[in-house]
Nanobody, 125 residues
């Protein structure tokens, strides 16, 4: 069993920054890949960023490339999402997720076995 708890969401003006953090517990954090997804009202959950077990590979969705950075600290069992130059269209509930088996389909929600409860990010124009 893996427990994931997100924090760091909030209200920010366009152009501002936020840093989301996800704390994991329950199993060996360093053994699985991690991802961040988001879901805006009336829309499907979409991939934002992912990072492999060893941090060797990081991938980003096109809308956030160059603005968001995913990182992990295996000693602290955390994965962070630094979000810069935020835009109103970034407004959503952000979720972290754990992939225990290293699925190559990292951009799909179905590749992840465990999810956090989500944290709201609101960007005002």
């Amino acid at each position: 069993q893996v427990q994931l708890v997100e924090s760091g969401g909030g209200l920010v003006q366009a152009g501002g920054s936020l840093r989301l953090s996800c704390a994991a517990s329950g199993r060996t954090f360093s053994s699985y890949g991690m991802g961040w997804f988001r879901q805006a009202p009336g829309k499907e959950r979409e991939f934002v960023a992912g990072i492999t077990r060893s941090t060797a590979t990081r991938v980003y969705a096109d809308p956030v490339k160059g603005r968001f950075t995913i990182s992990r600290d295996n000693a602290k069992n955390t994965v962070d999402l630094q979000m810069n130059t935020l835009k109103p269209e970034d407004t959503a509930v952000y979720y972290c997720a754990a992939d225990l088996y290293g699925s190559p389909r990292y951009a799909l929600p179905s590749a992840y076995e465990y999810w956090g409860q989500g944290t709201q990010v609101t960007v005002s124009s």
